[in-house]
């Protein structure tokens, strides 16, 4: 009998093997497909001759990941790269809100909110590693920063809207909604402030950078560590039970609750069964990878040289588009998001075609086609986009779950960002990666914190895992 095992070698699952074998026990991974990844796979076919990420592309939380950075990861090949620009958000007119990694620089920019942009965000950004510490921990813990984090859950709790109702620019309050808008959520929710306080928290102490090569080079580099401190990873393994597992003493499951459920069966107790099919998608991502001649002709200067772009517009109208697709309506506007990871890793491009990276917020498993209505939403603050794109690779919801389970129905976050969600994913639990049967743990981004490339889910489920193997 081996000491763990884990399913699923996306960047969770592969943090949580890192974890329980830094601590010298012995750990198997299994993963269905042929190549491992998750989320952060990286192909040359969709569009030959250009290097294109299949779905996390940018990483504030990974290079900022108290997990991650605990690491050498460098050691094992990968190498972050920053843009000259970080994030920029174009407006009607032909003028952009930018957030640049120096606070002072972005508040300068932002006219009458700039001290307000400062007063939220210079105490996360001047405690960032133990305000990035806290936030990316179970919910219910003991903190070890109290009053950092104390300033940060009183205005979490609120919606994003609300966090900005006293703000008086279209930048400022259209730069803040793009960033909470990556919750997926209409933003007159509660909760979806703190998506926006984490994520631009997290540009400005440690921008929003690229891995060299591809988003693939992060879960290369932890499948190389994992490897070299003697763990055994196997693809093209489906498990349909848990009788399935080799012989361990811990399993951790990279997997969402319902695919857990239906894996485990009667094992699993009736009351957490109950609470795992509560658990809830949320809307989709459509994406749509373009390969343009000569870049994409922003009108506002700031965009054409920053590594992600949001397109939507104002707050109102970004709130509006998030309502509808929550709703289960296609917005005839939908709020678009742009990344220009070859503006910091040259070698993605092919000469002088670059590869653009955008996905479009849809209802959740929505069937129709987003195409047009996100190159038209770009073509707003790019004229003559068209005219430079020579290819196009489209992927939609039902492509996106085909090609990671995770993504039930196109939600590339494993889970709707609903405030009971955020708060209590994926089950109300004193510790939330246990499934109620022994030895068994979820890893995925259905635990906390939530979607992205952190680890910490995987992390901190080994915390979990290890008070067993330990026993």
Same mark, same amino acid.
């Given at each position: 009998?081996?000491?763990?095992?884990?399913? &699923?070698?996306?960047?969770?699952?592969?943090?949580?093997?890192?974890?329980i074998?830094?601590?010298?026990?012995?750990?198997?991974? $299994?993963e269905?497909?042929d190549i491992?990844? =998750?989320?952060?796979?990286?192909?040359?076919d969709a569009l030959?001759?250009l290097?294109?990420?299949?779905?996390?592309?940018?990483?504030?939380?990974g290079?900022a990941?108290?997990? !991650?950075?605990?690491?050498?990861?460098?050691?094992?090949?990968?190498?972050?790269a920053?843009?000259?620009v970080?994030?920029?958000?174009?407006?009607?007119g032909g003028?952009?809100?930018?957030?640049?990694?120096?606070l002072?620089t972005?508040?300068?920019?932002? &006219?009458?909110?700039?001290?307000?942009?400062?007063?939220?965000?210079a105490?996360l950004?001047?405690?960032?590693?133990?305000?990035?510490?806290?936030v990316?921990?179970?919910p219910?813990?003991?903190?070890?920063?109290?009053?950092? !984090?104390?300033?940060?859950?009183?205005a979490?709790?609120?919606? %994003?809207?609300g !966090? /900005?109702s006293?703000?008086?620019?279209? %930048?400022?309050?259209? $730069?803040?909604?793009?960033?909470a808008?990556?919750a997926?959520?209409?933003l007159?929710?509660?909760?979806?402030g703190?998506?926006?306080?984490? $994520?631009?928290a997290?540009g400005?102490?440690?921008?929003?950078?690229?891995a060299v090569?591809g988003?693939a080079?992060?879960?290369?580099?932890?499948?190389s560590?994992?490897? *070299?401190?003697?763990g055994?990873i196997?693809? &093209?393994?489906?498990?349909?039970?848990l009788?399935?597992l080799p012989?361990?003493r /811990?399993a951790?499951?990279?997997t969402t609750?319902g695919?857990?459920?239906?894996?485990? =069966?009667?094992?699993?107790?009736?009351?957490?069964?109950?609470?795992?099919a509560r658990?809830?998608?949320?809307?989709?991502a459509?994406?749509?990878?373009?390969?343009?001649a000569?870049?994409v002709?922003w009108?506002?200067e700031?965009c054409?040289?920053?590594?992600?772009?949001?397109?939507?517009?104002?707050?109102?109208?970004?709130?509006?588009?998030?309502?509808d697709?929550?709703?289960?309506?296609?917005p005839?506007?939908?709020?678009?998001?742009v990344?220009q990871?070859?503006?910091?890793?040259?070698?993605?491009? +092919?000469g002088e075609?670059?590869?653009v990276w955008?996905?479009a917020?849809?209802p959740?498993?929505?069937?129709?086609?987003a195409?047009?209505?996100?190159?038209?939403?770009?073509?707003?603050?790019?004229?003559g986009?068209?005219e430079?794109?020579v290819?196009?690779?489209?992927?939609?919801?039902?492509?996106l779950?085909?090609? *990671? %389970?995770?993504? /039930?129905?196109?939600?590339?976050s494993?889970?709707? +960002?609903?405030?009971?969600?955020?708060?209590?994913?994926?089950?109300m639990?004193?510790?939330?990666y246990?499934?109620?049967?022994?030895?068994?743990?979820?890893c995925s981004?259905?635990?906390?914190?939530?979607?992205?490339?952190? &680890?910490?889910?995987?992390? +901190?489920a080994?915390?979990?895992?290890?008070?067993?193997?330990?026993?």
């Open positions: 009998m081996q000491d763990a095992v884990v399913v &699923g070698a996306g960047p969770n699952g592969l943090a949580a093997a890192v974890a074998a830094m601590a010298g026990f012995e750990v198997t991974v $299994l269905a497909r491992i990844g =998750g989320g952060t796979r990286t192909s040359t030959p001759g290097v294109v990420d299949e779905c996390s592309a940018v990483h504030p939380l290079v990941s108290p997990f !991650l950075t605990s690491l050498p990861l460098a050691d094992h090949g990968l190498q972050w920053w843009p000259e970080g994030l920029a958000h174009p407006l009607d003028d952009a809100a930018v957030l640049h990694r120096s002072d972005t508040v300068a920019a932002l &006219g009458d909110d700039g001290e307000r942009w400062r007063r939220r965000f105490p950004v001047t405690h960032h590693e133990a305000f990035l510490d806290e990316l921990r179970p219910l813990h003991v903190p070890r920063a109290p009053v950092t !984090l104390g300033r940060f859950g009183v979490a709790l609120r919606s %994003a809207e !966090l /900005v006293r703000w008086t620019t279209d %930048a400022a309050r259209a $730069l803040f909604a793009g960033v808008a990556h997926m959520q209409p007159d929710q509660p909760l979806t703190a998506v926006g306080l984490v $994520l631009a997290a400005h102490a440690g921008g929003w950078p690229v090569g988003s080079a992060v879960t290369s580099a932890l499948a560590l994992f490897r *070299n401190l003697g055994t196997h693809t &093209g393994v489906t498990l349909r039970r009788a399935d012989r361990s /811990v951790l499951f990279d609750p695919a857990l459920v239906t894996i485990a =069966g009667d094992a699993m107790p009736a009351r957490v069964r109950r609470s795992f658990y809830r998608h949320g809307p989709a459509f994406k749509v990878d373009l390969a343009v000569g870049g002709p009108t506002a700031a054409r040289r920053a590594g992600t772009v949001h397109v939507g517009g104002t707050l109102e109208e970004i709130a509006a588009a998030e309502r697709a929550h709703a289960g309506r296609m005839d506007r939908p709020f678009v998001l990344a990871q070859y503006l910091a890793d040259p070698a993605r491009s +092919n075609v670059h590869p955008a996905y917020h849809v959740h498993g929505w069937a129709g086609d195409t047009d209505a996100l190159i038209d939403q770009v073509e707003r603050f790019a004229p986009l068209r430079r794109i290819g196009v690779h489209v992927r939609t919801p039902a492509d779950e085909r090609d *990671n %389970a995770n993504h /039930v129905g196109g939600d590339i494993a889970g709707a +960002n609903s405030p009971g969600q955020v708060l209590f994913r994926p089950r639990a004193v510790d939330p246990t499934t109620g049967i022994p030895g068994v743990f979820l981004a259905a635990t906390p914190p939530g979607a992205g490339v952190h &680890g910490m889910c995987g992390a +901190n080994a915390a979990s895992a290890l008070r067993v193997l330990r026993r």
